[in-house]
């Protein structure tokens, strides 16, 4: 790897930092149109909560309504301890979300949920091409451990 | 992007889906030694059993050996629908694994988990540098889905 490289890579890690910084201000907003702006047409997303996958953007737009159904607005979804990898068409970026209802009354409702967002280059823009949220259980209840603090 | 680009890229996601394969197949043999060998010292890994994370490759180490205790060898660890994204030293896969007790008197007791494995070249060799487990839980309630078919 050359200095240009270097140069490049941090770009796009930048790029890839705003592009979250965009994209989770969408979530909190939750507009729906600037939130499915940053997925390619066939993304395969894993929510934390059932089914398994999401294939295409329509039914993952489906399901981001079916959330905000569950989780009114206004919604703290905060990235911590964001790691972003980008190479030339290739990225990924991983953080822990603080999410659910905002407002310090409702601190004891949030939790934090995992993120891995991974990115292709597509026509000159980064698009998510997949997606991974979840929380982990626990293996004695079998219950979701949705209110860990990161 | 040429053709040199091409042939590379297409050379970059054979190597990685080479190395989730054999990296499976020490899974399936529950040897530490070969699975660990794959990880970057400061990975950061999910599971879909708590807590949030594991940082660095011996937190890891000691939790595929708690996962080992709860599922005794020989165990199911298969990936399906498998795709990768490589790059020159950024590259992402995901799958689903099914994943649990061994043989088809067992069938019931397999499910599937999703999986997003993160990796970069470092030294001149991938290695992974994030690693996503999960099963989604059910919205009502709150149970973890162990075993959704793919």
Redesign the interface.
Do not use: E, K, N
């Given at each position: 790897?050359d200095m240009t490289d270097v140069a490049y890579s941090t770009r796009a890690d930048a790029q890839i930092r705003d592009l979250l910084q965009e994209w989770a201000k969408a979530v909190r907003a939750q507009d729906l149109d600037r939130i499915m702006a940053h997925y390619a047409p066939d993304v395969?997303a894993?929510?934390?909560?059932?089914?398994?996958?999401f294939k295409g953007r329509d039914a993952y737009a489906k399901h981001w309504q079916t959330c905000f159904g569950?989780c009114p607005a206004p919604m703290a979804f905060d990235l911590r301890d964001l790691?972003v990898?980008?190479?030339?068409?290739?990225?990924?970026a991983?953080a822990?979300v603080t999410c659910g209802p905002s407002g310090p009354e409702n601190e004891d409702k949030t939790g934090?949920v995992?993120l891995?967002v991974?990115y292709?280059k597509i026509g000159g823009r980064w698009l998510v091409?997949?997606e991974?949220f979840?929380?982990?259980?626990?293996?004695e209840t079998?219950?979701?451990?949705?209110h860990?603090k990161?």
């Open positions: 790897m395969v894993c929510d934390a909560i059932g089914p398994l996958q569950l790691t990898a980008a190479g030339d068409d290739v990225a990924f991983h822990l934090a995992r891995t991974c292709r091409v997949h991974h979840s929380v982990p259980f626990d293996v079998g219950q979701a451990l949705c860990l990161p």
